[in-house]
């Protein structure tokens, strides 16, 4: 069993927060094998990678998720690397499920910017207690890194969450929230009321990890210096309270598909060799 990495104080900025960025607990080794799996699935992309935004200069930014299924570096981080662990410390879990990982990716100098989002709205499980580890490659500055709202995950109303599609132009990414459906209210202008919210972000080094709440509100990561560019490798975990959840509208990445084929269905946790339990207390 790996060495635990986060302390009582990180555990309760976590739960405050939504948020912590814990420094130095992924080792070099590890940061250069997942170095070889993003550039690899950057020159073969799965049939999920997206080309999220190419400007006039040719500057791009890239997604890919679900890549641990084929690449053997990807694999062994997700079972051998302290990150299970971490998770379930922050979480508080009794045990911890892997969801999936995603890759962001940006060219040198690119300005592009994740808008501003939540992600339980949009994934195939809901529940309080899961963790995105948001894991830089290569330095990165505050002025380029996510930025999240802290606090966001424990607000109470349920926000209308943007249309990646209409943003991406890719058909395969048409989530349209309903205007329709009730309960859902217009998601706050974060952007352009900056000084009213609470935004954490940081300067960090490979080997430092964001570690976030699903429900917090959270974007950005672009805004690249000429000559930067961004490899960014995040795992989602899930906790005891997470459970599968099909959604009509707001599903990316939609894995209903991949659940049903192994054989879970709206209620479970999660489970099966495609949502492996990692970790237990
Ligand atoms: O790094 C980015 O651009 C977006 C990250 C993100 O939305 C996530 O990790 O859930």
Redesign the pocket.
């Known amino acids: 069993m790996p060495e635990i990495l986060v302390t009582p104080h990180d555990i309760d900025t976590f739960s405050t927060d939504g948020v912590v960025c814990l420094r130095g607990v992924i080792d070099r080794g590890w940061i250069d094998r997942l170095l070889e799996g993003v550039e690899y699935t950057m020159e073969h992309p799965t049939p999920r990678g997206r080309l999220w935004n190419r400007d006039e200069q040719g500057r791009e930014s890239r997604y890919d998720s679900q890549a641990w299924t084929t690449r053997p570096e990807f694999r062994d981080f997700i079972f051998e690397s302290p990150l299970a662990g971490i998770a379930g410390e922050l979480m508080q879990s009794e045990r911890v499920n892997f969801f999936f990982d ?1 890759m ?1 990716t940006r060219t040198p100098g690119t300005q592009f910017r ?1 808008p501003f ?1 939540q ?1 339980e709205p949009f994934w195939s499980i809901e529940g309080f207690q899961t963790v ?1 580890s ?1 894991m830089p490659l290569v330095p990165v500055a505050k002025a380029s890194c ?1 930025e999240t709202v802290r606090g966001s995950h424990r607000w109470e109303q349920r926000f209308r969450q943007e249309n990646f599609g209409a943003l991406t132009g890719d058909e395969r990414d048409q989530v349209e929230f309903d205007d329709a459906d009730d309960g859902l209210v217009d998601f706050p202008d974060i952007e352009g009321n900056r000084d009213k919210y609470d935004i954490a972000s940081w300067d960090m080094e490979p080997g430092d990890v964001i570690c976030f709440n699903a429900r917090i509100i ?4 672009g805004n690249l210096p000429e000559g930067s560019e961004l490899k ?1 490798f ?1 795992t989602k975990w899930a906790g005891d309270d997470a459970r599968v959840i099909f959604r009509d509208t707001g599903m990316d990445p939609d894995h209903t598909e991949a659940m049903t084929s192994v054989g879970l269905a709206p209620g479970d946790r999660l489970g099966t060799e495609l949502y492996p339990e990692v970790w237990r207390r």
């Open positions: 995603a962001f994740t989002h992600d995105s948001w996510l959270h974007g950005g990561s960014v995040n």
